[in-house]
């Protein structure tokens, strides 16, 4: 018999709450995380992005704080820390639209960098339930005395993968000597690598172990995906994308780039053509941020440009396309891409670029995630470019990346091969 949301243990405002907004049944990822947190074990939970991990935190959390009345008003009883200001901006309002029907209000207060610290000073004022936040910002508040962490009874580190990846080891370790010896903690990333496996086997007390879905498997990707790969010289990239938006009548495309400045550099090129398109990154100030990002989910923009600070936690309803207009790093980062869209269980289409540079790059990338994509090639824009041989056996991904003069010998190389046939 399938798990229905009372089932887990819900009570009835969260799941009136949960009926508001469509919630039908529970994911995978929530039918084990819910019960597991409500018993107060610490939980260690795999899950693929797209799976719903928010909700399978937040409501519990919920759950025991709207039954367990605060001691005292000014203690912080969870603390969730992201990686990103999105990522935390959106676990915030999860957390208001599922608890809003609660007969007592649990405060919820969202901080994080890049924006003035005053105003999340004053918010704190009077103590909050809840604090969302990103490492950096949290330790400048309590450096500056807004809140005390002593009183924290569940701590919750989402996408910790990516607390790593974006250098938070440091302040995070130092969040960790502040908070009370005894709490319940609870772990959710996609992918484990050493330094979170290291933290998981250090924090979490005899934890409940939950794998939904590996990124490392070949059925990561979810099914309402259909992921294309479209062969197209470097320099043509551009105009195909803007080909494929017309043709498609994408109304919204999330577009990845590899820097910030092919973000502003592809936005002005698609603006010109007369597409609405800005760019998205981390040095953006966060009123840019905040503003170009509710332009696309509202329907303002027809083409958000990023970096990979988009490819996590971001949920955009309805959204139709991803284009990897610079294919990512490493295979991990391609499922949390492509993630963006086919989500809930709507359809979606991820199409990537395959230059001559990056052919042997994307075979990598196939090959980790249990893919064998047919390439494809678009009348107008067949390839003419001469495919570079990879100069070692990882094809570049998280190793050595092949120098200009590396790439110019391959080109020769290749070349006076042609010569020779």
């Not at 924090?203 to 990707?221: F, G, N, Q």
């Not at 083409?303 to 990979?308: E, G, N, P």
């Amino acid at each position: 018999m399938s798990a229905t949301f009372a089932s887990l243990g819900l009570s009835k405002p969260l799941l009136q709450a949960l009926d508001d907004q469509d919630y039908l049944a529970p994911t995978p990822i929530q039918s084990q995380a819910i019960p597991a947190v409500l018993s107060g074990a610490d939980v260690w939970a795999s899950a693929q992005t797209g799976s719903g991990k928010t909700a399978a935190f937040a409501l519990p959390i919920l759950e025991k704080l709207s039954h367990a009345p605060a001691s005292h008003p000014l203690k912080v009883r969870a603390l969730i820390l992201a990686p990103t200001r999105e990522l935390a901006a959106q676990i915030g309002d999860s957390i208001h639209n599922y608890g809003y029907r609660l007969d007592e209000p649990i405060k919820t207060t969202v901080v994080f960098g890049g924006v003035s610290i005053n105003p999340q000073m004053m918010a704190l004022r009077g103590g909050t339930d809840i604090v969302v936040a990103t490492p950096g910002r949290l330790l400048d508040l309590v450096d500056k005395n807004a809140l005390k962490l002593s009183s924290v009874e569940t701590l919750v580190l989402d996408e910790a993968d990516r607390l790593f990846n974006l250098g938070f080891a440091d302040e995070l370790n130092r969040v960790l000597a502040l908070l009370p010896a005894r709490r319940q903690n609870l772990l959710f990333s996609a992918t484990f690598p050493p330094a979170v496996d290291s933290l998981a086997r250090a924090l979490l007390r005899d934890p409940v172990r939950i794998a939904v879905s590996s990124d490392d498997a070949p059925s990561a990707a979810p099914v309402e995906i259909t992921q294309r790969a479209i062969e197209v010289d470097h320099g043509r990239r551009t105009q195909l994308l803007r080909t494929l938006i017309e043709e498609n009548q994408w109304t919204r495309v999330l577009v990845f780039v590899a820097t910030k400045y092919h973000t502003s550099h592809v936005a002005d090129k698609l603006r010109k053509a007369g597409l609405r398109a800005a760019p998205f990154h981390g040095e953006l100030s966060q009123g840019a941020r905040t503003e170009n990002l509710e332009d696309f989910k509202d329907g303002r923009l027809q083409v958000l440009i990023a970096t990979d600070v988009a490819a996590r936690g971001l949920d955009i309803q309805g959204l139709p396309a991803v284009v990897n207009y610079d294919l990512p790093r490493s295979p991990a980062d391609y499922l949390h891409r492509i993630g963006r869209t086919g989500r809930a269980g709507e359809q979606g289409v991820a199409v990537s670029f395959i230059t001559a540079e990056t052919h042997h790059h994307f075979r990598i990338i196939e090959k980790k995630n249990g893919l064998q994509l047919e390439r494809e090639r678009i009348a107008g824009f067949e390839p003419i470019d001469v495919i570079i041989p990879p100069l070692d056996p990882n094809g570049g991904v998280k190793g050595k990346r092949p120098s200009k003069k590396d790439k110019l010998r391959a080109a020769q190389a290749a070349a006076e091969a042609l010569k020779k046939r």
